[in-house]
């Protein structure tokens, strides 16, 4: 039995399917993925050499992430719960004040299923920026393990003996992978430098509701309202980057890299897959064209008229002067006549 279209209802028999079969596998392929890059060693770490008193990464070891001014808990707590709140304090403001632009229709499946516009919307907006952010993870992940970059403290974690590895000058290249003498954690994890994933993380979620706030929030009477929220969004991220370069945790390079990521992922997941956070519009139908007048209901067929070179010659003195507008102005008289004649 099919569903009658009612106004603001439709209806549709692959949304349920499309979500269980294809989001559903690829957020969970996305989350798997970014579990083997973070807690397994499923994918090695690149070893890179160094110099000799190389004074680049010399700095002295920060101590455990943990210990941090703004330590990963804080930032993954934050780039969480700060779009979360933002998206659902948005929508529900949207959907009970009409806003224009957020108003969808509700989703009838199988006859008995309805799917709210409201948390459809929610669901939608949650759903991309929790695959964001697992995507986020990956690229910084992935670029850290490919790269095998040092972080600035990575000599002060190594530890290497100088003596035994015989270095002379500071120009010696040391490419030994058992240089180090230090912690093994410690040192694998001061060879994930390049990009910064805090800083990755930080700007991907600050874009996001950036992006949100400007495209969905309107706010009358006031103009410094969403400057306001977007310029201390930013201003954390850039906090986060700033703060891992000042601890000697990661290089200024790292950090830069880092922001464009997270920015990038950011842009184009809100542009190219949820439509800067707007309801798609119908494409109108190209109006039709007017068709010219019409005769006791009978359209008039009019024919192109080709003007002959003696009556630009001639003028309108020459007798049969006049040119095309003269015919159709005798045409129409005729017509006028002889209510009867179609020609």
């Not at 106004?7 to 392929?29: N, Q, R, T």
């Not at 995507?135 to 490919?146: E, H, L, R, S």
């Not at 972080?151 to 490419?175: D, E, K, V, W």
């Not at 912690?183 to 390049?194: E, G, Q, T």
Request: with cysteine; glycine share 6%.
């Amino acid at each position: 039995m099919a569903v009658e279209e009612k106004p603001g209802v439709k209806s549709s028999s692959s949304i349920v399917p499309c979500f269980l079969f294809v989001e559903l596998v690829i957020m969970a392929g996305t989350v798997l993925l970014a579990y083997y890059f973070e807690y397994t060693d499923t994918f090695p770490v690149h070893i890179q050499g160094f110099f000799c008193y190389d004074k680049t990464f010399s700095k002295p070891y920060p101590g455990p992430d943990d210990t941090s001014k703004i330590p990963p808990v804080l930032i993954y707590s934050l780039v969480t719960a700060i779009p979360t709140l933002t998206i659902l304090v948005g929508e529900l403001c949207a959907f009970f004040t009409k806003a224009e632009g957020t108003q969808e229709k509700t989703i009838v499946t199988a006859d008995c299923c309805y799917f709210n516009p409201l948390l459809r919307r929610i669901i939608r907006f949650l759903g991309v920026y929790a695959f964001g952010l697992f995507t986020t993870t990956i690229f910084a992940n992935a670029g850290q393990v490919v790269t095998g970059n040092q972080t600035p403290h990575f000599l002060s974690a190594c530890r290497p003996n100088y003596t035994a590895l015989g270095c002379q000058s500071t120009m010696q290249y040391i490419t030994e992978r058992r240089a180090c003498t230090g912690n093994p954690l410690i040192v694998m994890s001061a060879r994930k430098s390049f990009p910064s994933k805090d800083a990755a993380l930080s700007v991907y979620s600050a874009v996001y509701t950036v992006m949100y706030v400007t495209l969905v929030f309107k706010t009358k009477g006031t103009r410094l309202t969403k400057p306001t929220i977007s310029l201390t969004l930013l201003c954390l991220a850039m906090l986060v980057g700033v703060v891992r370069v000042a601890e000697y945790r990661n290089h200024w390079a790292d950090v830069l890299a880092g922001f464009f990521t997270g920015g990038a992922i950011a842009v184009f997941l809100v542009t190219c897959v949820i439509n800067n956070f707007q309801q798609l519009q119908p494409s109108l139908p190209p109006p039709r064209p007017q068709r010219p007048e019409s005769v006791l209901g009978m359209p008039m067929v009019t024919l192109p008229c080709v003007e002959s070179p003696l009556e630009k010659l001639s003028g309108p003195q020459v007798r049969g002067g006049g040119g095309c507008e003269a015919r159709l102005c005798s045409q129409k008289r005729g017509r006028d006549t002889h209510p009867l004649s179609l020609t």
